[in-house]
């Protein structure tokens, strides 16, 4: 131990009891968002044999006590079937140490099943759960080793094993450790250090009150974080009260003291690296949860709604509602996470088997906890409702106050990406301040009318060269998905379509398609004169800037100049599209050969500054994070200063269904309907005075997601959208186009007017009637 260490044990072991807590809440409350997190988990007791003996266990029993020595796979997945109804996303497999070890029947009954080792059933159960329910397997299956952690690692997110001590006194005759080889301090840390040397992330802890001193207690936590300084391979450190049990050898041992819990949770805190948490049971502690979180913890645990805490059977889990309402007057709203840890899930690369990392990503959410709900953009679904809210005052993050932030929102100034960031992370009271402040912008910016366009897409080509991981559209290679065939309208087709739209009250058309490989700037420039010479009067939204830039090269020409010519043509605006993810760490996995941020930037500014509007457009929910989104937002407010070219901001939530990102295990499930709330609420905030209009996409959200969202800060439906196809071939389930009235009776469920309006945000008097197409 170090001169600093000995330091710092001696005044955490002379301070006072409150001065602790206060220390530890200090640095709780300053690592990050302010929430308390758990694992909705089902709890499978694989089995009760043990080769060990510790005197205050009432889980490990001997064989003449059970009626068979292990589950059978199908009782295990009768387990993790109803974990699964019952929306849990962890599969907690807790055993006893290799009890083949010690006991006939454990070998025989393994024989039976096929298996020499418990570890080997182990790994064989957790790939029957993780593969027939899709839930994450955490496995607790005493000292491992190394080659143990290899395997296990191809079937569970994470594993654990409780240090418990690291006092040898406690091993020795009379101590509750005598007997039970596994639990010497020695080994059972050489398991945790086998454990970061496989980069398996892990959760241990203390168990206190078994009859180690105060000392030997911080030993126990220094030990901890020096593995993590090691391996950085700790999720949590679990500080657990001793609870004597009947019928155990322990059942007459003084219990500790609430001050003793206490001040381990504030040593922990105090001592561990801010991002390793800090968890402490809630079942074992009822009637004490407020003084908990007050100790400095922010992690509760693996709740279950299915299963009793089988190592602690007298302590009933806390109902999930009531630990929410504890941490919504706490200002923590309760969020669940997975039993990986959100590091870990960015990191995946590094800390996941190749394996893991497609169900970990199926049920996470961008910032890598557990998503809250089943609805995923595309579907139809009912998403659900509005951000919810428990009670709390409104702060979050380091220092953070997110009154402050709004009110630097509220003012038009430009939030940075920390506090943008800060935004996107609000849960529960905290998320409903940013929606609320964000509504009350769209009101003082663009009033009670909800705008829309009656317009119809032409997608020319789904013909295209580039490999965008996340597109469905494009039908040239084995990405392609499976909704439609290879095709490319001739202009005159495109004309006629045109045509049709006007008919039907269209007042403007878009059109967009794949890079085809034998298009020019010229062939460009033939779809648009076509449409112009057809309906000269209409407004054409073409091009977006990819398909500029690219046409641009095709003749050797500057993008200025080709965008000149474009104009000179009839182009009226452009659609922004392409933007994807402003942020060049992500285009290089969603988007690589693509335009890089600063180029796209760079063709909306020449569109700009030569009088063509574009809108802008957020495609989000893939791989990307909340960094990303806040950086993208500022790019564009940035750009919109100084050419005020902007018409619009269109967030696009990511439909995965048809993704070949997805479907290859790369990426999330889209947004979750949170992130879709917020990231409509944030725009507004972040592009106050920047850009007036925000649209939803009823294409992605559905109608009743899209009205939600008038709530939240928008104030435009977008168009009617005539035969939308790029959304459909990613798998959205919510139709080609729609009609006004179902428009308005969106604007009227969210209490509001609807009012048609130009491309360029005129609003009109409403156009001929749509009329159902051919």
């Excluded at 418990?118 to 993780?130: F, M």
């Excluded at 027939?132 to 080659?147: M, S």
């Excluded at 004169?529 to 046409?551: I, N, T, W, Y």
């Amino acid at each position: 131990m170090s001169i600093d260490d000995d330091q710092l044990k001696s005044r955490l072991l002379a301070a006072p009891t409150q001065r602790l807590l206060a220390e530890a809440r200090a640095r709780r409350d300053a690592r990050g968002p302010a929430r308390t997190t758990y694992s909705r988990k089902v709890f499978i007791p694989l089995t009760q044999l043990c080769a060990d003996v510790c005197h205050y266990c009432t889980f490990a029993k001997a064989p003449r006590a059970l009626a068979q020595a292990y589950l059978s796979p199908e009782q295990v997945l009768d387990i993790a079937a109803k974990g699964k109804a019952m929306g849990c996303k962890e599969a907690l497999f807790t055993l006893g140490d290799a009890p083949e070890r010690r006991y006939a029947a454990a070998r025989e009954a393994l024989a039976a099943l096929g298996f020499a080792r418990t570890v080997d059933y182990v790994e064989h159960c957790a790939r029957l759960v993780l593969t027939e329910t899709g839930l994450l397997p955490h496995i607790n299956a005493g000292v491992l080793a190394a080659e143990d952690y290899q395997r296990l690692r191809a079937v569970s997110a994470s594993c654990g094993l409780m240090l418990e001590s690291a006092s040898d006194r406690l091993c020795q005759k009379g101590g509750p450790h005598f007997g039970s080889p596994d639990k010497v301090p020695a080994v059972r840390l050489a398991s945790l250090d086998a454990a970061g040397a496989a980069r398996v992330p892990v959760t241990s802890g203390v168990l206190v009150g078994i009859g180690e001193t105060e000392a030997e207690r911080i030993d126990a936590l220094f030990a901890l974080r020096d593995l993590h300084r090691r391996h950085g391979h700790l999720q949590e450190v679990i500080v657990q009260n001793f609870r004597a049990k009947d019928d155990t050898r322990m059942a007459a041992a003084r219990e500790p003291s609430e001050a003793d819990l206490y001040r381990v949770i504030a040593w922990a805190r105090i001592m561990l690296p801010d991002e390793v948490a800090v968890q402490a049971p809630p079942n074992l502690n009822e009637g004490r949860l407020q003084a908990l979180l007050d100790a400095g913890i922010d992690d509760w645990g693996g709740i279950s709604p299915v299963t009793i805490d089988h190592v602690n059977p007298e302590a009933p889990w806390p109902h999930i509602e009531q630990l929410a309402e504890v941490c919504a007057r706490a200002g923590r709203p309760l969020v669940e996470r997975l039993t990986v840890y959100p590091r870990y899930v960015h990191a995946r690369a590094e800390w996941l088997d190749a394996k893991m990392r497609a169900p970990v990503l199926k049920l996470s959410d961008t910032e890598g906890l557990a998503r809250d709900h089943a609805w995923c953009p595309g579907s139809v679904s009912h998403p659900p409702g509005s951000v919810k809210a428990p009670l709390g005052p409104p702060a979050i993050g380091p220092g953070v106050s997110v009154d402050r932030i709004l009110a630097r929102a509220a003012a038009g100034a430009e939030l940075d990406e920390g506090e943008i960031t800060a935004l996107f992370a609000a849960r529960g009271a905290h998320a409903q301040a940013v929606v609320r402040a964000a509504d009350a912008l769209r009101a003082e910016a663009r009033g009670d009318v909800v705008s829309y366009a009656v317009n119809r897409n032409i997608n020319y080509t789904n013909i295209c060269t580039y490999s965008c991981g996340f597109c469905a559209f494009s039908k040239t290679s084995t990405k392609a998905g499976t909704r439609d065939r290879p095709y490319a309208l001739p202009d005159e087709e495109v004309a006629q379509r045109a045509v049709e739209a006007v008919a039907n009250g269209a007042t403007e058309v878009c059109l967009q398609g794949g890079i085809h490989p034998s298009y020019t700037g010229e062939t460009y420039l033939g779809i648009l004169q076509a449409v112009k010479r057809a309906v000269p009067d209409l407004h054409v939204h073409a091009f977006s800037p990819l398909e500029v830039s690219s046409g641009a090269a095709t003749l050797g020409m500057g993008v200025r100049d080709y965008l000149l010519r474009l104009k000179d043509a009839g182009l009226g605006s452009l659609p922004g599209t392409a933007a994807e993810i402003l942020d060049d760490e992500v285009r290089a996995e969603i988007c690589p050969d693509k335009l890089n941020t600063r180029e796209w930037l760079d063709v909306v500014r020449d569109a700009h500054e030569v009088g063509l509007p574009t809108t802008a457009t957020i495609m989000f929910g893939h791989l990307d994070r909340p960094e990303h989104w806040a950086r993208h937002l500022l790019a564009v407010r940035r750009l919109q200063l100084d050419t005020g070219g902007f018409t619009e901001f269109v967030p696009l939530p990511f439909v995965h269904m048809q993704s070949p990102l997805y479907l290859k295990g790369k990426a999330r499930r889209g947004p979750t309907w949170r992130e879709c709330v917020l990231m409509h609420a944030v725009a507004r905030l972040a592009l106050y005075r920047a850009i007036d209009s925000i649209q939803c996409s009823w294409v992605k959200l559905g109608l009743e997601g899209a009205a939600a969202c008038l709530n939240a800060g928008c104030n435009d439906l977008g168009g009617v959208l005539m035969n939308e196809s790029i959304s459909r071939a990613a798998g959205a389930e919510h139709g080609q186009e729609v009609s006004v009235a179902e428009l308005r009776a969106a604007a009227e469920s969210a209490g509001r007017t609807l009012r048609q309006r130009t491309t360029l945000y005129k609003l009109i008097e409403p156009t001929t009637p749509v009329r159902e197409l051919a």
